[in-house]
Nanobody, 116 residues
Framework: QVQLVESGGGLVQTGGSLRLSCTAS????????MGWYRQPLGKQREMVAT???????DVADSVKGRFTISRDDAENMVYLQMNSLKPEDTAVYYC??????????WGQGTQVTVSS
């Protein structure tokens, strides 16, 4: 099992920046990928950015050029640097991890609100 805990959400004005952090614990040696998803109110959860152990990074078109994902594998952490935030980025952001057997793990979520 893998446990994920996020931090760093909050309220920010349009054009501002936030940095989300996520710490993994438990069977972290089984993790093959980590990343971030988000779920706006009343909408489906969507991928924001993911990074695999071999360095493959996938970023949603809607945030490309504004958001950057990074990992610190020594500390079992993943980060999401969010710049030039827009009101449509408002959502609950979830940390995500997948192990080598394709089991998915989720954090509890952190709210990001961008005011116009």
């Amino acid at each position: 099992q893998v446990q994920l805990v996020e931090s760093g959400g909050g309220l920010v004005q349009t054009g501002g920046s936030l940095r989300l952090s996520c710490t993994a614990s438990g069977d972290t040696y089984t993790i093959n990928a980590m990343g971030w998803y988000r779920q706006p109110l009343g909408k489906q959860r969507e991928m924001v950015a993911t990074a695999t152990n071999d360095g493959t990074i996938d970023v949603a078109d809607s945030v490309k050029g504004r958001f950057t994902i990074s990992r610190d594998d020594a500390e079992n952490m993943v980060y999401l640097q969010m710049n030039s935030l827009k009101p449509e980025d408002t959502a609950v952001y979830y940390c995500y991890a997948r192990n080598y057997w394709f089991s998915d793990y989720w954090g509890q979520g952190t709210q990001v609100t961008v005011s116009s």
